[in-house]
């Protein structure tokens, strides 16, 4: 099956979160399956200065963004699984999306140029896609640009699109006023449309258009159903309920592997774990020097978007308690600018036993999976998580919150019959963390019991194997779909 990857992120070319490793992973699983995949990324700035792979195929597209066409350079990795479209007014920038301060103005014209970028690649490259399987709000139009602008093109009659929404927050919001950019007719923005509150929605454009709608795990599927989870698109999903899926991400255990992993000073794996050990020491002496009490005190590891989503809110509310009981905590995230602030403050009071560090930093990410004993995500909502899948992998204890992917991938610890591969809390209170954080100290001092728990973690596995197998499926259905209609 010709497949297109339609995604703003993805590894190993750039990151900021969990979509890149969803992106990458599964073009990488899908080709071992024999398919023939192809990513398509923006060719950002980070991706043309430290890319060596990456070549000008010499090929061009113009592209219609409201009045103007703009043209788009196309490049391509070694083996063609990666296109990039270059266009540096929209992509030679610092960051992807926008600053701490807010997003890129002209977010609109920049995705509706890549959007629709890929649609003119594909005819330039007379690549026809079976499926275009689209990620996120910045690719959503491309699933109603079928349906509408090239509604009679024939060389998109048989391609079906498959549209994975990886966090419902973000849906690419714009005033009417730049409903022109898309070049789409105004009697689309309707309330049974793209219109949403009076402004234009990206996400609602693919969740109303898209053959097949699947989101990254079951339980946030059925979550996003409910009002409380909904974000306004609660209504549009129950609509779609039928076509919508929920299939849990996995993580590349080819990359994620702690006995191969050259970030780590030291390796491990489930049958000798001296060099988990090791990193742990490491990371201590690193973060807060050294102490003769290195293996009474627990190291409590956080790596992730500092959001309101990822539940910064109560753990800032926590942390003066957390600190009460002889416990590291390690921060390693970059997000909200107000969250940064907080912490900072945070950081002064408690130094020498909470670290923070504001930034993107993958070596020091893999230390505290490594080096941590529990790792913590009291997570708002979740679409899936990644954290948590390699925290498990790495023999880190995940403290999670109870819902969406959380809740289908950590099961609580039992005392009793010591079966459980973390600590889950219900309640989106500080309290109830700080509970479910007591539950894993009293673990803590029980070595035989930790090493077991250990070991839970680590025998799980979140492979790619399984849901690349259900996302071929999937896309079978969307075909099906898609045919069915002509
Ligand atoms: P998100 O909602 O941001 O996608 P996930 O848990 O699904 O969250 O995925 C986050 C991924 O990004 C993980 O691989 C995590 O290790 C990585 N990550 C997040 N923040 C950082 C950071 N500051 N430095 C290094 N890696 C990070």
Same mark, same amino acid.
């Given at each position: 099956m010709k497949i297109v990857i339609a995604t703003p992120e993805a590894v190993p070319y750039v990151k900021t979160g969990g979509l890149a490793d969803v992106a990458g992973a599964l073009c990488k699983h899908l080709k071992k399956l024999g398919e023939?995949?192809?990513?398509?990324?923006?060719?950002?700035?980070?991706?043309? @200065?430290?890319?060596?792979?990456?070549?000008?195929?010499?090929?061009?597209? @113009?592209?219609?963004?409201?009045?103007?066409?703009?043209?788009?350079?196309?490049?391509?990795? @070694?083996?063609?699984?990666?296109? #990039?479209?270059?266009?540096?007014?929209? #992509?030679?920038?610092?960051?992807?999306?926008?600053?701490?301060?807010?997003?890129?103005?002209?977010?609109?014209?920049?995705?509706?140029?890549?959007?629709?970028?890929?649609?003119?690649?594909?005819?330039e490259l007379n690549f026809r896609p079976d499926i275009i399987h689209c990620n996120d709000w910045q690719t959503s139009l491309i699933p109603l640009y079928l349906k509408t602008l090239y509604k009679s093109d024939k060389f998109f009659e048989n391609t079906a699109t498959l549209l994975t929404i990886h966090n419902l927050g973000y849906q690419g919001l714009f005033p009417p006023e730049e409903l022109y950019i898309t070049n789409l007719g105004w009697d689309l923005f309707t309330p049974e449309g793209i219109?949403?509150?009076?402004?234009?929605? #990206?996400?609602?454009?693919?969740?109303?258009?898209a053959e097949i709608l699947t989101?990254?795990?079951?339980?946030?599927?059925?979550?996003?159903?409910?009002?409380?989870?909904? #974000?306004?698109?609660?209504?549009?999903l129950r609509v779609r309920e039928s076509d919508l899926y929920g299939v849990i991400n996995g993580i590349d255990y080819d990359e994620w592997n702690p006995s191969k992993d050259s970030y780590l000073p030291y390796n491990y794996d489930y049958n000798n774990l001296e060099g988990r050990k090791r990193c742990r020491v490491k990371l201590f002496k690193d973060l807060f020097g050294y102490s003769k009490k290195i293996d009474k005190v627990p190291i409590i590891g956080m790596v992730g978007r500092l959001s309101e989503q990822k539940g910064l809110d109560i753990l800032l509310d926590a942390i003066p308690d957390i600190l009460a009981f002889d416990v590291r905590i390690v921060i390693l995230g970059k997000g909200d600018e107000r969250y940064h602030n907080r912490l900072e403050e945070l950081f002064d009071k408690f130094k020498g036993r909470l670290f923070l560090k504001i930034g993107f930093d993958e070596k020091l990410a893999h230390l505290i999976y490594a080096g941590s004993d529990f790792f913590l995500m009291p997570s708002k909502y979740e679409p899936c998580g990644l954290g948590q899948l390699i925290a498990l992998r790495y023999g880190s204890i995940p403290i999670v919150r109870d819902t969406g992917g959380l809740s289908d991938t950590i099961e609580d610890f039992n005392p009793l019959s010591l079966k459980g591969t973390g600590f889950v809390f219900k309640d989106f209170k500080a309290s109830s963390l700080l509970d479910a954080l007591k539950r894993s100290f009293c673990l803590f001092t029980e070595k035989d019991k930790m090493m077991k728990v250990i070991k839970n973690c680590m025998k799980r596995d979140f492979s790619w194997k399984k849901s690349t197998v259900t996302y071929l499926e999937l896309y079978e259905k969307a075909l099906e779909k898609r045919l069915s209609r002509i």
């Open positions: 023939e995949p192809c990513v398509v990324l923006p060719l950002y700035k980070v991706i043309k @200065n430290n890319a060596k792979d990456i070549v000008d195929t010499g090929l061009s597209i @113009n592209v219609p963004v409201g009045d103007s066409k703009i043209t788009g350079k196309i490049y391509k990795n @070694n083996d063609s699984s990666y296109l #990039f479209i270059d266009c540096p007014i929209f #992509f030679n920038r610092d960051e992807l999306y926008g600053t701490p301060e807010g997003d890129y103005a002209d977010n609109c014209s920049r995705f509706v140029f890549f959007s629709r970028g890929i649609i003119e690649m594909c005819k219109e949403f509150y009076g402004k234009i929605n #990206f996400l609602k454009a693919g969740l109303l258009s989101t990254v795990s079951p339980t946030y599927s059925r979550e996003i159903l409910k009002v409380e989870y909904g #974000f306004g698109l609660d209504g549009v």
